[in-house]
């Protein structure tokens, strides 16, 4: 087991915001293929986590390591360029722009020459983009936005892909099916999956591992099922 390569590393890593401080110490590691899960409370320091990972905000302490490597002072671009893949929360696709259009942007980031081949490949997990290749991505419902958005990660040819709370405001259904199609990209591509949320019930269904933040610390960690099983921090951690 142990010999599994890391793919992300975070040792001790604090982090804020000028005056406010929102990680104070978060230590964990996601090995290579894995998927493994983060989750947390509102303001727990989820999302300013991912924005350390893939270099938009710099730790005031610790390290982060990426595929072996030190990452510190590396650019948001050169990781971006290594396969380290950011799909923020909100989605932050552009409204104006096509379906289309907004893929080849990912595309593009990671200087992928061969747009044809790796959209083809976007379309075959999210058949409901081919369709709509040409329509203005505003006009997209929740769900086709959310696809968008971790298409758009597929493009940049990722290793390690981040989501950012990708069931956020979706139904029931379409959170399913994404979560289905995110388990077939980490199995088929090989592509290492590191999901933050607040849907806990879902995400532990197809993490292997998983964390769980409390205000800017790793408070619990642990196998999905034991965590889930776990009546006490469910009511504490999770909510439900
Ligand atoms: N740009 C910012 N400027 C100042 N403080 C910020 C900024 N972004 C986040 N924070 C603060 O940092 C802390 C952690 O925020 P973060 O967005 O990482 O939480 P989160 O776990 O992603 O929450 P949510 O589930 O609501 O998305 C919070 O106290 C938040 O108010
Ligand atoms: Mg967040």
């Given at each position: 087991m142990s010999s599994i390569p890391i793919a992300l590393r975070l040792t001790d890593v604090h982090a804020g915001y000028g005056p406010i401080r929102a990680l104070h110490g978060v230590s964990f590691e996601v090995r290579e293929g894995g998927i493994v899960v983060l989750l947390g409370a509102n303001g727990a320091g989820k999302s300013t986590t991912l924005r350390v990972i893939s270099g938009l905000l710099a730790p005031t302490e610790g390290t982060v390591e990426y595929l072996g490597e030190d990452?510190?002072?590396?650019e948001a671009g050169w990781l971006v360029r290594r396969g380290l893949i950011h799909v923020p929360e909100g989605r932050r696709?552009?409204?104006?722009?096509t379906v289309e259009e907004n893929l080849k942007i990912g595309g593009y980031t990671a200087k992928r020459a061969a747009f044809g081949g790796a959209m083809e490949e976007v379309f075959e997990y999210f058949p409901l983009l081919r369709e709509r290749r040409?329509?203005?991505?505003?006009?997209?419902?929740g769900g086709e936005q959310q696809m968008l958005a971790i298409g758009r990660g597929l493009m940049a040819d990722p290793k390690v892909l981040l989501l950012d709370?990708?069931?956020?405001?979706?139904a029931p259904l379409i959170v399913s099916d994404i979560y289905r199609i995110i388990g077939a990209i980490n199995k088929e591509r090989r592509v290492t999956v590191l999901i933050v949320e607040q849907n806990a019930a879902v995400a532990l269904n197809v993490a292997d591992f998983a964390y769980v933040l409390e205000t800017g610390r790793v408070a619990v960690q642990g196998r999905p099922e034991n965590i889930r099983g776990n009546e006490d921090i469910r009511r504490s951690y999770l909510g439900y």
């Open positions: 990452v510190k002072g590396r696709i552009f409204a104006d722009f040409k329509q203005a991505a505003g006009t997209l419902s709370e990708p069931s956020l405001g979706l």
